[in-house]
């Protein structure tokens, strides 16, 4: 690895360097919430008006954000979407779900389905890391749910929504889609996702836009002999959703980051407003990277390129890891690629809160560090 101990002008260095793919970068004003607010209610109950107020503008703020249909509910509770992928294979899978996978997140709900006894095995359909699947792929013989991710956060790849033709219901990964990518929610049954990458807060959490149909899915299996773990119960967190709680004791910093970011969202022209912002991030970093010598985005189909992760590989004349370096020592922070895909490029988020100016200076820094020889490939 080369040296990162380079000094990049300060002209080229944005405004706020944080660029991860979460957790993201939090606005300055949703710290603030915490603390102007915070003082009144963390460390009080989460079953009393103050608390449960939050919740509420949490949810209310959701479903204008995303123009909820008629019947469709905001349902949340604890344990981010690798809780709610378990939580699913109890209380939402009738007998067999299809799934689509295309990298390392969307194949985990196809996991834990497959690994759960109670359940048919169930269709699987695989396509290759750095390409986007539609739901004309999904294999549907006996499923009663349909799953995919609307955007895979290891390889930057999006997908479209768009109900296949089957009655089964389509459940949608949206962690790090939701808030970013465009979506019209009455091709989706049960939208998740969990609040530390568009809306630009912490984990723990993980908050669903519900279908009637998965409302009475849910509701179904709930009252069948299945065993169903308390902390895992859709029910109870649809039960207590509708009080404006959770079952268990949330982080209420979380929350009220939370609320903060979706009301900044809905005043700043709601999910059409999010998506413009991501789609002006992008151009910038797609097109920065089809105009340098020795640099690609991962994904080469254009329309299946994230709008809020965007991978970019690096010829082997370039270190990756060296020029990722040389961005941390300069205060650009989490560029690192996805561990596990194990290729020599730069994992950038763009969602809504990131500010175009700022990818802008990003792609000027990375040419001064390119430039410089910094990351030159040994």
Same mark, same amino acid.
């Given at each position: ?7 990049? !002008? =300060? ?11 979460? *957790? ?6 949703? @710290? ?6 915070? @003082? ?7 079953? +009393? *008006? ?18 909820? !249909? ?49 359940l048919d095995e169930p269709n699987i359909t695989d396509a290759p890391v750095g390409t986007a699947p539609s739901s004309a792929d ?10 995919? =991710? ?7 790849? $999006?997908?479209?929504?768009?109900? *296949? ?9 949206? %962690? ?5 990518? !465009? ?8 939208? /998740?996702?969990?609040?530390? +990458? ?9 908050? =669903?836009?519900? &279908? ?15 065993? @169903? ?27 009220? $980051? ?6 900044? $969202? ?5 999910? #059409? ?8 991030? &992008?151009?910038?970093? /797609? ?9 690609? !985005? ?12 965007? %991978?970019? #590989? ?35 988020? $763009? ?28």
């Amino acid at each position: 690895m080369s040296n990162p101990s380079i000094q990049i !002008p =300060a002209e080229f260095v944005p405004s706020d360097g944080r660029f991860g793919c979460g *957790p993201s970068k939090v606005r300055p004003s949703q @710290i603030e919430a915490i603390a102007n607010h915070g @003082i009144d209610i963390i460390g009080t109950s989460h079953r +009393k *008006p103050a608390v449960k107020d939050v919740v509420g503008r949490v949810r209310d703020g959701l479903s204008e954000f995303f123009s909820l !249909p008629d019947g469709y509910e905001i349902i949340l509770s604890l344990g981010g979407a690798t809780a709610f992928w378990d939580a699913a294979t109890f209380g939402l899978i009738e007998k067999k779900s299809s799934h689509l996978t295309f990298g390392e997140f969307s194949g985990k709900f196809a996991k834990a389905s497959k690994q759960a006894p109670w359940l048919d095995e169930p269709n699987i359909t695989d396509a290759p890391v750095g390409t986007a699947p539609s739901s004309a792929d999904l294999n549907l013989e006996g499923a009663d749910v349909v799953a995919w =991710a609307h955007n895979e956060t290891s390889t930057g790849a $999006m997908t479209q929504i768009k109900r *296949p033709n089957s009655d089964a219901l389509v459940a949608i990964d949206a %962690t790090s889609g939701a808030g970013g990518l !465009p979506v019209d929610m009455k091709e989706a049954d049960v939208y /998740y996702f969990s609040p530390q +990458k568009c809306f630009a807060s912490d984990g723990g959490l993980w908050l =669903a836009a519900m &279908s009637p149909a998965a409302l009475e899915r849910i509701e179904k299996i709930n009252v069948s002999d299945r065993f @169903i773990p308390a902390f895992l119960n859709l029910q109870t967190a649809v039960d207590n959703s509708r009080k404006n709680q959770t079952y268990n004791t949330p982080a209420v910093a979380t929350l009220l $980051m939370l609320a903060d970011q979706v009301e900044w $969202m809905n005043a700043n022209g709601k999910l #059409d407003g999010m998506v413009k912002r991501t789609t002006a991030n &992008s151009d910038v970093l /797609y097109n920065w990277a089809e105009a340098r010598e020795g640099v690609t !985005p991962f994904v080469a189909e254009k329309d299946a390129r994230s709008l809020v992760v965007g %991978t970019i #590989d690096f010829d082997d004349s370039i270190d990756a890891a060296a020029l990722a370096a040389a961005l941390r020592a300069n205060g650009i922070l989490d560029t690192e690629p996805y561990r596990k895909l194990g290729r020599n490029q730069l994992r950038i988020g $763009m969602f809504p809160a990131i500010e175009t100016e700022d990818v802008e200076k990003l792609t000027k820094a990375i040419d001064y560090v390119l430039d410089s020889g910094a990351a030159a490939a040994k």
